[in-house]
């Protein structure tokens, strides 16, 4: 007589296993470059030569190497009176001031015509009195190098093209290997799936677009140095924020790559530097909050010039609005993405 034999108790899936086994799956299969990311890295490669050059042989970004312009009337007797008029006779003439160290507090001045008036005399008195102060030359060249490098390569280009490069790959390669069907066999939810590929993809671009950073500020000798400890912070939020923004393009959108771009260069580019309260809108408005908050906390004697004209958002308000809206986009991308129907699943 034969004894039935019990079956072995199978064992059942673990959702919280799968979650992590997929971030882990995810990291690991994020490596791989795309196209997008090449060229991101193309890009950075000439930005930070630009940089190198600029900063260890033209030294630009010191005050006594910059140029100042100022506006002069010519004189009555001038070939400049025959066949122009009013307008094209004010003409603008460069100054440059001499670069030895012992000749500081002159300036090489052009002559002058007889209506200049008292008010320009003083002017170019006070410019011979901050050229003795070091710590004032220290200051405008850091600035000048924070304007240049991190407002504008870095923060314009270099972030927004390697958050794009990398986040929109994380859907996108599945999209595109036709593996979509494949992450839907595991034991989860659309929306745990869409947080796992974010989880799994982020630190990729915190590596990218940090790494892109440190590069550029070692570039730049002791001011890109300065840099990189004073506006670390707000290019974590910057990255943290991009991504999970890019991730949700690449997730609802089937050519991310192009809605990305047309994002960059025609949204972020264009309205973050607005006169008015459209400029809010943008993400870019509140990472250079950040980083102008930042740089207006370190300067004793210079201030960012665009602090009165961009009107950036307090401190507070610009962590504030990164931090809810990275959160909101990535719950809205799990709310969509639990939703949408993927064509790659017949």
């Known amino acids: 007589?034969?004894?039935?034999?019990?079956?072995?108790?199978?064992?059942?899936?673990?959702?919280?296993?799968?979650?992590?086994?997929?971030?882990?799956?995810?990291?690991?299969?994020?490596?791989?470059?795309?196209?997008?990311?090449?060229?991101?890295?193309?890009?950075?490669?000439?930005?930070?030569?630009?940089?190198?050059l600029v900063t260890h042989y033209s030294r630009a970004w010191e005050f006594e190497n910059r140029t100042a312009w100022?506006?002069?009337?010519?004189?009555?007797?001038?070939?400049?009176?025959?066949?122009?008029d009013e307008k094209e006779r004010d003409k603008l003439e460069v100054i440059r001031f001499e670069?030895?160290?012992?000749?500081?507090?002159?300036?090489?001045m052009v002559p002058m015509s007889s209506n200049s008036s008292a008010m320009q005399m003083m002017a170019f008195a006070i410019v011979r009195v901050i050229l003795i102060d070091q710590e004032f030359k220290d200051q405008w060249a850091f600035l000048s190098f924070s304007r240049w490098v991190i407002f504008t390569m870095y923060l314009g280009f270099v972030l927004p093209l390697f958050t794009l490069a990398f986040a929109s790959g994380a859907m996108g390669m599945e999209r595109e290997g036709r593996t979509m069907i494949w992450l839907f066999t595991r034991p989860l939810p659309r929306w745990a799936v869409y947080l796992a590929k974010y989880l799994g993809m982020l630190p990729w671009c915190m590596l990218a677009s940090g790494g892109g950073f440190v590069a550029l500020c070692l570039a730049g000798g002791d001011y890109g140095q300065r840099a990189l400890v004073t506006y670390w912070p707000a290019v974590i939020a910057g990255t943290v924020s991009f991504s999970a923004l890019f991730h949700f393009v690449g997730a609802v959108f089937r050519r991310p790559t192009i809605v990305g771009l047309v994002y960059i260069f025609f949204f972020e580019m264009l309205v973050a530097n607005l006169p008015g309260s459209l400029k809010q809108l943008s993400l870019n408005y509140y990472i250079r909050s950040i980083l102008y908050n930042e740089a207006a906390s370190v300067l004793t004697m210079v201030?960012?010039?665009?602090?009165?004209?961009?009107?950036?958002?307090?401190?507070?308000?610009?962590?504030?609005?990164?931090?809810?809206?990275?959160?909101?986009?990535?719950?809205?991308?799990?709310?969509?993405?639990?939703?949408l129907e993927s064509k790659d699943e017949t």
């Open 1 to 52: 007589m034969t004894t039935a034999v019990a079956p072995l108790p199978t064992a059942q899936p673990s959702a919280v296993a799968a979650f992590f086994a997929l971030v882990a799956f995810s990291f690991r299969r994020q490596w791989r470059v795309r196209g997008m990311g090449w060229a991101a890295f193309g890009l950075l490669a000439v930005l930070t030569l630009t940089v190198a």
């Open 303 to 339: 201030s960012p010039e665009s602090l009165s004209v961009y009107a950036p958002a307090e401190p507070a308000t610009a962590w504030i609005t990164l931090g809810f809206f990275t959160i909101g986009i990535t719950l809205l991308g799990m709310w969509l993405f639990s939703r």
């Open 70 to 84: 100022r506006y002069w009337t010519s004189t009555p007797d001038s070939p400049l009176k025959r066949g122009t």
């Open 99 to 108: 670069q030895a160290p012992a000749q500081f507090d002159r300036v090489q």
